[in-house]
């Protein structure tokens, strides 16, 4: 399926209408036998609702701006590719609720490659972050994209362990409002061999209810998601939950028991995730999924009820001070954020400068935040530190005399 210009503006306008989410969208798609006609019956609908005072508030987007969205992508260097086309993810065309459309930036051939997904969390640990790029080169080495969220930590180190083989970033705000901020130089890099995705338009930025939309995609558009690190309230969980949801391959990696970052993870473990230990246990698994012979995996989460009455999983949302939003009637999970506005958008082919950057953190605060009870090497706590070697091993000296590390040969951990 190719969408012409016109039938293009009538996808963007239909989900870019109030209250129309990715579901609603493919009902009325279903019922009218396309957008356009869908858009001409709308008013129809409304007004039949209106008189009978049930269904829910929808305005239609207006098709000027939604054109003019349209020219702003592609002086942006990007383009909305619809589901069915060629270059849309067959993975993520198989989930409840699949973007009608994809704005995408960069090689948009990797997204019709296989693809896992590696998550986890923004304050990892030196070992996690270790652990994530030798898992991301097995995989990249098998031939797999490596999809991940953009966020600080684990995400970011999955990224650039995967620029020169692909991978894809999936963002919750428009492509031209990175988050975090001092991501940009990464996200122009990922364009290189890989691409970035939103279903958002160019100029949004980010609310925290907009990550769980993004976590959708990033297990969505993979054949497996592989969390490596994890706290309770976590984002990565969250991933890992459409995962299981959407039908796919769910690894965590073990982690100490003492290390609040493992703990997602290793109830991800109990709760009968796959273990992973290196890459080919992800390669094993996913061997017979690629040859077309295995069947869906058994849900993690057994008692659905329970889980939904539980504490919500939170990562990046919290950073935003929105609440968590409401639960959602089936079938409308992603149906009640308006549409959203469209004010100035970019002319160029480069990501907007970056917003806001946070304060330096001091090394050897960084460092102590690295580490966790499992050792990791020195040489691997240079490379997650981004640091001279040197100041690495002074600042060490400095807390092991403050009693918060301890130094195993060329091994060190948190006191």
């Known amino acids: 399926m190719n969408l ?91 989930i409840d609720s699949p973007p009608p459309l994809l704005c995408v930036k960069g090689e948009a051939r990797a997204l019709t490659r296989p693809m896992v997904a590696v998550v986890g969390a923004r304050n990892a640990s030196a070992a996690g972050l270790a652990f994530a790029e030798r898992l991301v080169h097995e995989l990249a080495e098998a031939g797999y994209v490596i999809a991940s969220g953009l966020a600080r930590g684990l995400d970011q180190r999955a990224h650039r362990a995967a620029l020169r083989t692909g991978t894809i970033a999936a963002l919750a705000g428009g492509l031209d409002r990175i988050y975090p901020p001092e991501h940009e130089e990464l996200a122009q890099e990922i364009c290189a061999q890989g691409a970035l995705i939103s279903e958002m338009p160019l100029g949004w930025e980010p609310r925290g209810r907009d990550f769980p939309r993004r976590n959708r995609i990033v297990s969505g558009v993979s054949m497996a998601v592989v969390v490596v690190e994890a706290a309770r309230r976590s984002g990565s969980l969250i991933t890992a939950r ?109 990501l907007a400068p970056a917003r806001t950057s946070h304060a330096e953190e001091p090394l050897e605060e960084r460092i102590a935040r690295l580490l966790g009870p499992s050792p990791v090497s020195v040489d691997d706590l240079v490379r997650a530190c981004d640091a001279a070697a040197a100041d690495v091993l002074a600042a060490l000296v400095d807390l092991e005399m403050q009693g918060r590390a301890a130094r195993r040969g060329h091994f060190v951990a948190s006191a």
Request: hydrophobic fraction near 40%.
């Open 242 to 350: 459409f995962a299981n949801e959407q039908g796919r391959e769910v690894f965590a990696v073990p982690g100490s028991p003492l290390d609040p970052r493992a703990e997602g993870a290793n109830d991800l473990l109990r709760q009968g995730a796959t273990l992973c230990t290196s890459g080919r246990d992800v390669i094993d698994a996913l061997a017979p999924l690629l040859s077309g012979g295995a069947e869906p995996q058994a849900r993690l989460f057994e008692d659905e009820e329970s889980f939904a009455a539980a504490e919500r999983l939170w990562d990046e949302t919290d950073l935003f001070g929105d609440p968590p939003p409401p639960l959602s009637a089936p079938g409308h999970e992603f149906d009640e954020a308006p549409a959203p506005p469209l004010g100035p958008l970019p002319g160029s082919g480069a």
């Open 4 to 94: 012409s210009d016109a039938q293009r503006l009538d996808w963007l306008q239909l989900i870019r209408s109030d209250n129309v989410g990715p579901r609603t969208f493919r009902t009325l798609v279903n019922k009218f036998g396309g957008a356009g006609a869908a858009l001409d019956a709308l008013p129809g609908l409304l007004a039949r609702a209106g008189a009978s005072g049930g269904g829910r508030a929808v305005r239609i987007a207006d098709r000027d701006a939604c054109a003019r969205e349209m020219e702003a992508t592609m002086r942006f260097g990007a383009r909305l590719i619809a589901m069915g086309e060629a270059d849309y993810p067959a993975a993520l065309r198989q």
